[in-house]
């Protein structure tokens, strides 16, 4: 069997027709595998969906208990029969849940690695190498230029401006799912332990995160009522950056803006923000791991998905390493 005919791009996402599935379907479909709770890959309106429990319970909070038709749970490393294709899924790294889609038959085994780190996190299941034929990878940030620095040495910027301007409150953007919760553990991680306030819009999942086993401290609400701008000072309040041109952003004490993602190393992109106290803190590999997951894997073919595709197939050229772009739309950077 060749691998396009195992697995290939369709209008709707990844097809497998063997098997007749999806995976991470940009529009509702009969059978839909998801690798992660990332809205722009995991989509409401699907018959039935196979993920990780949490990526499952990731999809009620946000979509509501009937986000689909049926839903089944994979654990990590269990193979599951669908239509004689063996699928399994293996941890990515990424958020809470995410997962690698390994697809086998006939000998032929693809795995779709869905977004993934190869990093130090506490709140998620370290990356695994799974052995394939054919590596279906992401390239958020597949240019040389993109070498992210050490997560905790990052967070070092927003303690040290915390000390620096004890009076102002200091507002992080970081995305709900996964970027937040992984500031908030990175903060206690460098021994800040005081109360972390934390806006409504975040509360569901990090209350889900606390309840998987993931201790993220002390946490308020960020938007209770009577509070005064003065009832902030010195704090470090997380909301999702979208908030921060609202007027929940106003009420805080000189607030300081600060954004962890990993497109803080674009300059234009801070300062076209606004934001004051860039931190680069990425939930995506940057372009060493890509190189090197793509080296250790060892691949017969690599193909390109979801951000810089051109640079990385040129990359794998150069390796002696065939590869191609795949074009997939639909895709965007929620949890960068």
């Excluded at 007027?247 to 993602?261: D, G, I, T, Y």
């Amino acid at each position: 069997m060749k691998p396009d005919q195992l697995l290939h791009p369709a209008p709707a996402g990844l097809y497998c027709p063997a098997g007749d599935f999806y995976i991470d379907p940009v529009r509702p479909v009969a059978r839909a595998l998801i690798t992660h709770g990332h809205a722009d890959h995991a989509r409401a309106g699907h018959g039935a969906v196979l993920a990780t429990r949490e990526t499952l319970d990731i999809m009620q909070i946000r979509y509501g208990a009937d986000f689909c038709g049926a839903r089944q749970m994979a654990a990590y490393g269990e193979r599951i029969d669908l239509g004689g294709v063996a699928v399994s899924f293996h941890p990515a790294g990424h958020v809470l849940g995410s997962a690698q889609i390994a697809v086998e038959k006939d000998g032929l085994r693809i795995v779709a690695s869905g977004d993934y780190k190869r990093g130090a996190d506490p709140t998620c299941t370290p990356y695994e190498p799974v052995p394939c034929d054919v590596f279906i990878t992401e390239a958020t940030f597949g240019l040389p230029v993109f070498h992210h620095p050490e997560p905790k040495a990052e967070m070092g910027k927003l303690l040290t401006s915390l000390r620096q301007f004890p009076e102002r409150s200091h507002l992080v953007g970081a995305y709900s799912l996964g970027k937040a919760q992984r500031v908030i553990r990175l903060l206690r991680d460098c021994g800040h332990d005081a109360p972390v306030y934390i806006h409504g819009a975040l509360a569901p999942l990090c209350d889900y995160y606390i309840s998987r086993g993931i201790d993220l401290g002390d946490l308020r609400p960020a938007t209770a009522e009577g509070s005064s701008p003065a009832d902030f000072r010195g704090a470090v309040v997380v909301g999702p950056p979208s908030a921060f041109s609202e007027r929940w952003a106003r009420r805080f004490n000189e607030p300081l803006v600060a954004f962890a993602s990993g497109w803080m190393m674009v300059r234009q992109r801070a300062k076209q923000g606004g934001v004051e106290l860039p931190l680069v803190i990425s939930d995506h590999c940057d372009w060493p791991e890509l190189t090197g997951t793509i080296r250790e894997l060892a691949p017969q073919d690599v193909w390109v998905t979801h951000g810089r595709e051109e640079a990385l197939v040129r990359w794998c050229e150069l390796a002696g390493i065939p590869a191609r772009p795949l074009h997939l739309v639909g895709y965007e950077d929620e949890g960068d």
